[in-house]
């Protein structure tokens, strides 16, 4: 059974940057058809989709906060990891990392998120 | 940007048929997906491309998308479906997520 976890700091200072990472277990993060994806939930809110990474090191991100996010990933140590900078507080969030399955619609790949991690909250507070 | 809307309450009596909907200019032309996520849990896909279910989901819950609005319908509605439910699509290399809707089983 694939799993997921997220792990990093749950507080970070405001301008600085939040740096999660995902280890994906049960299942290869070099397996063709897979990406691997970053969302997050403001407490009470809705899902925001960060980004997406392949094994390769191909990425789509949010263009909302695109300016301010790198996403990369470790093959060797089956983890992707997020980089979000100069947060603050509105970037407060339950950070979930998950599969991002892709299916083809019509000629498209088209994402899917089949398997999520438990989700890690990040609170930016000085 | 792309949009999807979602009411933000849906309100069903036990063992009646919930409808969820979710409204997106020509969404019928895309696929939809949708997740359940209950109170301090991770979302879980009930639905993709429209109306297909993932192996474990009930097979109470289906979906149907055409026009401009994806449904996520789910019949003879348990207690245990109370949850949040969020649409999903893909558009323009970009994930979007539809706000959400609070299913209330009371």
């Known amino acids: 059974q694939l799993q997921l976890q997220e792990s990093g700091p749950g507080l970070v200072k405001p301008s600085e940057t939040l740096s999660l990472t995902c280890t994906v277990s049960g299942g290869s993060i070099s397996s063709s058809s897979f990406y691997w994806g970053w969302i997050r939930q403001p407490p009470g809110k809705g899902l925001e989709w960060i980004g997406s990474?392949?094994?390769?090191?191909?990425?789509y991100y949010n263009p909302s906060l695109k300016s301010r996010v790198t996403i990369s990933v470790d093959t060797s140590k089956m983890q992707f990891s997020l980089k979000l900078r100069s947060v603050t507080a509105a970037d407060t969030a339950v950070y979930y990392c998950?599969?991002?399955?892709?299916?083809?619609?019509?000629?498209?790949?088209?994402?899917?998120?089949?398997?999520w991690g438990q989700g890690t909250l990040v609170t930016v507070s000085s | 940007s792309y949009e999807l809307t979602q009411p933000p309450s849906v309100s069903v009596s036990p063992g009646q048929t919930a409808s969820i909907p979710c409204s997106g200019d020509k969404l019928g032309d895309k696929y939809a997906s949708w997740y359940q996520q209950k109170p301090g849990q991770s979302p879980v896909l009930v639905i993709y491309?429209?109306?297909k279910r993932p192996s474990g989901i009930p097979e109470r819950f289906s979906g149907s998308n055409s026009g401009n609005t994806a449904t996520l319908t789910i019949g003879g509605t348990q207690a245990m479906d109370e949850a949040d439910y969020y649409c999903q699509t893909w558009d323009r290399n970009t994930v979007v997520f539809g706000g959400g809707t609070k299913l209330t089983v009371l």
């Open positions: 491309q429209g109306y």
């Open positions: 990474i392949y094994y390769s090191g191909s990425t």
């Open positions: 998950a599969r991002d399955r892709r299916l083809l619609w019509f000629g498209e790949l088209t994402p899917i998120f089949d398997y």
